[in-house]
């Protein structure tokens, strides 16, 4: 990817390879915010889930 110097919300990311326009420098911080958002709940989703196994579990000493 090819960033531009002037970095604002409509600036265009281009692929450093062929020079085709990928999308806006904004379009491409909200997908990333996005997609860093959504792993952080897979994370916090898949910790808590031990914690709800065990509640399930009946104990057996």
Same mark, same amino acid.
């Given at each position: 990817?090819?960033? %531009?110097?002037? @970095?604002?919300?409509?600036a265009?990311?281009?692929?450093d #390879?062929? #020079?085709?326009? @990928?999308m *806006?420098?904004?379009?491409?911080?909200?997908r990333?915010?996005?997609?860093?958002?959504?792993?952080? #709940?897979?994370?916090?989703? +898949?910790?808590?889930? %031990? *914690?709800?196994? +065990?509640?399930?579990?009946p104990?057996r %000493?």
């Amino acid at each position: 990817m090819r960033l %531009p110097l002037d @970095l604002h919300e409509d600036a265009p990311i281009q692929c450093d #390879g062929c #020079g085709c326009t @990928l999308m *806006a420098w904004g379009a491409f911080k909200r997908r990333v915010e996005a997609e860093m958002s959504r792993e952080a #709940g897979e994370r916090s989703t +898949a910790a808590a889930r %031990p *914690a709800e196994r +065990a509640a399930d579990t009946p104990f057996r %000493p």
